[in-house]
């Protein structure tokens, strides 16, 4: 069984800053079946990235997505007011498991 | 336009069995690589999926809950259930579905729309 690490915990930023966030893999993962998603206080989860590097519809292109292997990085370039949340990775266990993981999150905070 | 909503008890008492209901609009459960799963979150903890169930009614769970948990489908009411039996006061949280999207006529390994949630409190 999969499982993810994301680090740091937490992310204290001044907006404007650039947000470098990581997910690691207990073992190679296919970059087809990562993910990361963006969670504000009250809200459902919105997905950002997905196959490690493809935005999702509608997502700036100040979030981007990279890695392989065991080791993923979400990367956000210029901090905007509205991305200060917590963020998570996914992993896709494809056919089989065909089974979701999904990493502890990194909160990005407001210095 | 895709839509997810959960409905469901808001109260439930420890032992009792939850049953959540998952109405979606805006795609079928039929379509090939299409799945619809359940994910939960403790108040102020992480995200954590417990199951989903695919287009060709291949259901999946978390390893660790899967003694405790069933999903199935009604394609042609377009909803989805998950029960959860035992429940316990640690199970207390908000619970979503959300839409495993297909990519090619497969599963694409990500959850591309989410509904809002819905809240269960686990206490006598």
């Known amino acids: 069984e999969i499982v993810l690490a994301q680090s740091p915990g937490t992310l204290s930023l001044s907006p404007g800053e650039r947000a470098t966030l990581s997910c690691r893999a207990s073992q190679s993962v296919s970059s087809s079946f990562l993910a990361w998603y963006q969670q504000k206080p009250g809200q459902a989860p919105r997905l950002l990235i997905y196959?490690?590097?493809s935005r999702a519809t509608g997502i700036p292109d100040r979030f981007s997505g990279s890695g392989s292997g065991t080791d993923f990085t979400l990367t956000i370039s210029r901090l905007e007011p509205e991305d200060f949340a917590v963020y998570y990775c996914?992993?896709?266990?494809?056919?089989?498991?065909?089974?979701?993981?999904f990493g502890p999150g990194t909160k990005v905070d407001i210095k | 336009q895709i839509t997810l909503k959960e409905s469901g008890p808001t109260l439930v008492k420890p032992t009792q069995t939850l049953t959540l209901t998952c109405t979606f609009s805006?795609?079928?459960?039929?379509?090939?690589?299409?799945?619809v799963g359940w994910i939960r979150q403790p108040p102020g903890k992480a995200l954590e999926w417990l199951a989903l169930?695919?287009?060709?009614?291949?259901?999946r769970y978390s390893p660790s809950l899967k003694t405790r948990l069933t999903i199935t489908k009604d394609t042609s009411k377009n909803q989805v259930v998950l029960t959860m039996t035992n429940m316990d006061p640690v199970d207390t949280g908000t619970y979503y579905c959300a839409r495993s999207a297909p990519v090619r006529g497969t599963p694409g390994g990500y959850m591309d729309v989410w509904g809002k949630g819905t809240t269960v409190t686990v206490s006598s």
């Open positions: 805006g795609f079928s459960l039929s379509t090939s690589g299409v799945g």
């Open positions: 196959g490690a590097s």
């Open positions: 169930i695919y287009w060709d009614d291949d259901k």
């Open positions: 996914q992993h896709y266990g494809g056919s089989p498991p065909r089974i979701f993981t």
